[in-house]
Nanobody, 127 residues
Framework: QVQLVESGGGLVQAGGSLRVSCATS????????MAWFRQAPGKEREFVAT????????RYADSVKGRFTISRDNAKNTVHLQMNSLKFEDTAVYYC????????????????????WGQGTQVTVSS
């Protein structure tokens, strides 16, 4: 039914770039704000970036601001995270998440507010 499938993870050197993507199905994508969270081994899941249902508003964690860019394509039901100037500390499993926003444009940084989650894709930054 509802599916969020991340792709694009892999191994990259510090200072390099990577783009992870999330393909979705089974829900009305344009009615949901989307977000990326990440979880490193031994740590709790943390907010990375979010984008409004119409793509006109974004928010980022301070740790990635200026380096990462979230975007969405409502015609293809996909969301992307472009990651530049990667650091070792960015190593984590990156998760795509969707939050119902039919009656709101509000964005959330709280993982408990999100309705659907993908399985995650591993991003490993060496050195």
């Amino acid at each position: 039914q509802v599916q969020l499938v991340e792709s694009g993870g892999g191994l990259v050197q510090a200072g390099g770039s990577l783009r992870v993507s999330c393909a979705t199905s089974g829900f009305t994508f344009s009615f949901y704000s989307m977000a990326w969270f990440r979880q490193a081994p031994g740590k709790e899941r943390e907010f990375v970036a979010t984008i409004s249902k119409d793509g006109r508003d974004t928010r980022y964690a301070d740790s990635v601001k200026g380096r990462f860019t979230i975007s969405r394509d409502n015609a293809k039901n996909t969301v992307h995270l472009q990651m530049n100037s990667l650091k070792f500390e960015d190593t984590a499993v990156y998760y795509c998440a969707a939050k119902s926003a039919l009656l709101t444009f509000a964005l959330s940084l709280r993982n408990t507010d999100y309705d659907y989650w993908g399985q995650g894709t591993q991003v490993t930054v060496s050195s």
